[in-house]
Antibody, heavy 123, light 111 residues
Framework: QVQLQESGPGLVKPSQTLSLTCTVS??????????WSWIRQPAGKGLEWVGR???????HYNPSLKSRVTMSVDTSKNQFSLWLTSVTAADTAVYYC???????????????WGQGTLVTVSS | QSALTQPASVSGSPGQSITISCTGT?????????VSWYQQHPDKAPKLMIY???NRPSGVSNRFSGSKSGNTASLTISGLQAEDEAVYYC???????????FGGGTRLAVL
């Protein structure tokens, strides 16, 4: 079965760039025509959708973060990545990667999640 | 402030039933049948419990059911068990540029 695993630095300095990678195992990232999303959760707070990417590289970002977010996909490595620039303490959160729905508007939910990785923004 | 409105907390006794509401707008909950519900235990990733308003993924107990009326979706848990104690989030696909919106979460206490 498909599993997701986030990786990246757990500590980022203010004004720098947060960089995370999600590795897909147990299946190919190219099968099923799925979007792949990033979702974050500050400690003790709710979930916030950050953005998603399709196999072609097409992206959709949360408008509140759009100016600072970039995503990419590397099908040869079965990975997709997130970059968030100019981070502040408000970006401190657990970041999850998740399998989104398909481009045919089927399976529209986050069926599979990574375990999450805590990123702290602090000097 | 979350896009979808959920009660902060609900509680019930073992064996009872509870319902959690999730209110949005015609751009999200009311405009699509793409409402999903997630269960999150402390320090764990969310787990999908309901998708497309009413569907349960394989392996999820049939004690969990979903419904929708207008701009409000609901999650009902019947035959409450201690293991159901968790935070529950609703989510909806949105016609807006945000694509996905979440509720603020509802903490379920099984007393």
């Amino acid at each position: 079965q498909v599993q997701l695993q986030e990786s990246g630095p757990g500590l980022v300095k203010p004004s720098q760039t947060l960089s995370l990678t999600c590795t897909v195992s147990g299946g190919s990232i190219t099968s099923g025509r799925y979007y792949w999303s990033w979702i974050r959760q500050p400690a003790g707070k709710g979930l916030e959708w950050v953005g998603r990417i399709y196999l072609s590289g097409s992206t959709h970002y949360n408008p509140s973060l759009k100016s600072r977010v970039t995503m990419s996909v590397d099908t040869s490595k079965n990975q997709f990545s997130l970059w968030l620039t100019s981070v502040t303490a408000a970006d401190t959160a657990v970041y999850y990667c998740a399998r989104d729905g398909t481009d045919l508007l089927t399976e529209l939910a986050f069926h599979i999640w990574g375990q999450g990785t805590l990123v702290t923004v602090s000097s | 402030q979350s896009a979808l409105t959920q009660p902060a907390s609900v509680s019930g006794s073992p064996g009872q039933s509870i319902t959690i509401s999730c209110t949005g707008t015609s751009s999200d909950v009311g405009g699509h049948d793409y409402v999903s519900w997630y269960q999150q235990h402390p320090d764990k990733a969310p787990k999908l419990m309901i998708y497309d308003v009413v569907n349960r993924p394989s392996g999820v107990s049939n004690r969990f059911s979903g419904s929708k009326s207008g701009n409000t979706a609901s999650l009902t848990i019947s035959g409450l068990q201690a293991e159901d104690e968790a935070v529950y989030y609703c989510s909806s696909y949105s016609s807006s540029s945000t694509f996905w919106v979440f509720g603020g979460g509802t903490r379920l206490a099984v007393l």
